[in-house]
């Protein structure tokens, strides 16, 4: 059965078709892509593009990310660019939630309240 | 979508072997009671080798599944019936070379270069999802990969998007996001051609008797002679066997097609009211590994195109490159 495809039926590529390697580098460098859902929200980080420069980085992800969901804005930033802790320092963030002082919920000011209530009530 | 239940795996499990000798014990440990804790594990965190070298050959098939899925079908888009349907197709084929990026972009995080995942590909090194390597022959033959091949994948994506490796996960999200579409407007034109005149009932239903032994495929051996241990899925990367995947696809969709007054192929298809699952002819695996390896009806033409697309984008890409350098004319 011949092919649908034309670049097979009428430029007969499989005539001469060769194996042509991708040389290092040629798909460019990787841009992370950080989109805004609408105007007062944050930008949240969705993927990465590939790009030779920023500017293009900007153009391929909006085809990318911008071209089904909400999106008002988009940022690039180059993914070289980018610092961040390392899995193994993980640990200096576990007190987080121990810190009862930093939390709302560590003050306990109604048990105080209600011993005042009760004192008054018994004059 | 189009990511399928069966990686293709390299014969090369000895030296893995080896590698998987030199995991720390204790980060072994620490690694795997993290999964099991339902945490996810990001691209810089410590990761056995083996974990690594499954996740970029199950991320790098299925991104290739998504980029070829696109040619049986990108061939069709200039014969759609109807301008709705056009505009349809062409914005999943949009779709799916999108979710191919996407999925290359989460390979990517795991240490292999988008270059070399194209370099196996255009190779033949790497493998895609083996439905591909079928024609599509008629407008029914591509309903049908729109609704059934979709639900599958579906049904394959969805698994894996509960899995343990983060990048992938929200690639899948979103992936799984965009094809809710994509399965609906597969069903609505297969239920078109199967609500139509004679002829169109009669294209459709040749379609799928085409296509069913391939889409029973899909999940692939079953788990009695599949490979993949129970490491993989104690890992999480692995999230469902190929025969529970194959049982809820049949399960959801075989009923979809009956009630359509559409036939299957094979007599033995029913469910089990006993034992809660479907009986089915098993699929000839044999000829399955035979395609794989390169005999199937299409395996040459997509790696052909494939190949093509890729030499003559090249002096775009270059051209884009020495963007800095180029000399600019005055405006005036």
């Not at chain 2, 579906?154 to 998007?161: D, H």
Request: with cysteine; hydrophobic share 35%; glycine share 6%.
């Amino acid at each position: 059965m011949p092919s649908f495809d034309p670049r097979i039926e009428r430029l007969h590529i499989s005539d001469n078709s060769k194996e042509e390697l991708l040389s290092h580098g040629e798909n460019w460098n990787i841009y992370e892509v950080f989109h805004q859902e609408k105007r007062g929200a944050r930008h949240e980080h969705v993927g990465g593009v590939h790009a030779p420069n920023p500017e293009m980085a900007l153009v391929f992800a909006k085809e990318q990310f911008g071209r089904r969901k909400r999106c008002v804005n988009i940022w690039v930033v180059n993914s070289a660019d980018i610092l961040a802790f390392s899995e193994q320092d993980e640990d200096m963030f576990a007190a987080n939630l121990g810190k009862t002082y930093r939390d709302a919920s560590g003050f306990r000011v109604m048990d105080k309240i209600n011993r005042i209530r009760s004192q008054k009530k018994e004059e | 979508m189009y990511g399928g239940g069966y990686i293709f795996d390299e014969p090369d499990k000895k030296l893995s072997a080896q590698e998987q000798l030199h995991d720390d014990p204790e980060k072994l440990t620490r690694f795997e009671e993290k999964i099991q804790a339902g945490e996810k594990i990001e691209p810089g965190d410590w990761m056995p080798s083996e974990y690594r070298r499954q996740l970029i050959r199950l991320i790098e098939q299925h991104a290739h599944s998504e980029v070829i899925g696109a040619l049986p079908e990108g061939t069709w888009i200039t014969r759609a019936p109807g301008f709705k349907r056009k505009m349809a197709l062409i914005a999943k084929v949009q779709d799916e070379i999108g979710h191919g990026q996407l999925l290359y972009n989460a390979a990517e995080t795991l240490g292999k270069s988008r270059e070399s995942m194209i370099n196996d590909l255009l190779t033949g090194k790497s493998k895609y999802s083996n439905v591909f390597n079928y024609p599509a022959e008629t407008w029914a033959d591509v309903t049908v990969i729109g609704f059934l091949i979709d639900a599958a994948a579906i049904i394959n994506q969805l698994a894996n998007a509960r899995g343990s490796y983060g990048p992938y996960c929200r690639a899948l999200e979103r992936i799984c996001y965009e094809e809710s579409f994509h399965l609906k407007q597969g069903q609505e034109a297969f239920a078109s051609l199967a609500a139509g005149t004679h002829s169109q009932q009669a294209m459709l239903q040749d379609a799928l008797n085409r296509w069913w032994p391939p889409i029973m495929q899909f999940f692939g051996p079953p788990d009695k002679i599949s490979a993949h241990s129970g490491k993989l899925m104690q890992w999480k990367v692995k999230m469902a066997s190929n025969d529970d995947m194959r049982n809820q696809f049949l399960d959801t969709y075989v009923p979809k097609v009956w009630e359509l007054a559409m036939t299957l192929p094979d007599p033995l298809l029913k469910k089990n009211e006993s034992s809660g699952r479907w009986d089915y002819t098993e699929p000839d695996w044999d000829q399955f590994f035979r395609v794989i390896q390169g005999e199937g009806p299409c395996n040459k033409e997509r790696l052909d195109v494939r190949r093509w697309v890729e030499s003559h984008g090249r002096w775009v890409r270059l051209a884009l490159m020495k963007a800095g350098q180029r000399k600019s004319m005055p405006m005036a």
